[in-house]
C-alpha cells in the first residue's frame, strides 16, 4: 500500500507537525548562520568562529533526525523489482523477515548510540557485545569533553552541577550535541516497528513504500511527450 503519510487524530497531527517544525527549525538556522557569516567576512572582514561548528552540530541533527522522519512518512525508496515477482504470500514473508532484521538493527543502533553517547553525560555504558546485560559503572566518564567553539549558554549552566562535578566549562560540553544519537536511534527504532507492525498486519506491503526514483522516471517520460 501507499507512501504518504497522514497523521490520525489531534495527537498525531500535533507531533506530526512538531517534527516538521523541529527539521525546519534546524535547516533555517544552518541557513542563517552561513549567510551571516559569509556577509561578515566578505563585507566587513570578520566572522563569527564558532558558527561553523554550530552549522555543523545542526546538520548531524537534521541528518540523524530526518533519517527517522522518513521512516514514519514512507520517504525511504525501497528496490522491489524481485520481490514484485513473488507470490503476495511469499511477498509478505520476505517483508516480515526483512521487518524483524530492521528490528534487530535498530536494537543494535540503540545500545551503539547510548553507549556513544552516556559516558560524555556521566552516565554508565551498557556491558555486553550485542545486547545490553548490563550497565558498566567503572567505565571512565568523558563530562568534562568540550566542543572546540561553541560558546557555553548561561542557561546551561545547570549542567556542571549536574555532570561536571561543578567545574565550569568554558564551551558546550559535547554531551549536549551528542544527545540527537540516543534520540535518534530511539526514534529510528520505534518507525521500524511501527512500520514492521503495518507489514505484520497487511496494512503494506514493505517496510519501505517509496518510489521517487520511479515517479521521477514517468514525471520526465510526460514531460518529454508534453503531457
Not at 568554558?170 to 544519537?181: A, H, N
Not at 498486519?201 to 514525471?219: C, L, P
Amino acid at each position: 500500500m501507499s507512501g504518504k503519510y497522514t497523521p490520525e487524530g489531534l495527537v498525531g497531527e500535533v507531533v506530526h507537525g512538531l517534527e516538521e517544525t523541529a527539521i525546519a527549525v534546524l535547516l533555517g538556522l544552518m541557513t542563517m548562520l552561513t549567510f551571516v557569516n559569509v556577509i561578515l567576512r566578505y563585507a566587513f572582514n570578520s566572522s563569527i568562529i564558532w558558527s561553523l561548528e554550530v552549522v555543523l552540530v545542526l546538520f548531524a541533527w537534521l541528518v540523524l533526525f530526518g533519517v527517522s522522519y522518513a521512516f514514519k512518512v514512507t520517504a525511504h525508496l525501497g528496490v522491489d523489482a524481485i520481490t514484485n515477482l513473488l507470490e503476495p504470500r511469499t511477498r509478505k514473508t520476505v517483508a516480515v523477515i526483512a521487518g524483524a532484521i530492521c528490528v534487530f538493527y535498530g536494537v543494535l543502533l540503540c545500545k551503539g548510540a547510548w553507549d556513544q553517547w552516556a559516558p560524555f553525560a556521566d552516565l554508565p555504558p551498557t556491558t555486553g557485545r550485542w545486547f545490553p546485560t548490563g550497565f558498566d559503572f567503572e567505565a571512565r566518564g568523558r563530562s568534562f569533553f568540550e566542543t572546540d567553539q561553541i560558546p557555553m549558554p548561561e542557561w546551561l549552566r545547570f549542567l556542571e552541577d549536574w555532570i561536571n562535578y561543578g567545574e565550569r566549562y568554558s564551551k558546550l560540553p559535547r554531551m549536549v550535541p551528542y544527545l540527537i544519537l540516543p534520540i535518534a536511534a530511539g526514534l529510528i527504532l520505534f518507525r521500524i516497528c511501527q512500520a514492521f507492525v503495518r507489514v505484520w498486519n497487511g496494512t503494506s506491503e514493505s517496510m519501505i513504500v517509496s518510489h521517487e526514483a520511479e515517479e521521477a522516471v514517468k514525471d520526465a517520460a510526460a514531460l518529454n511527450r508534453g503531457d
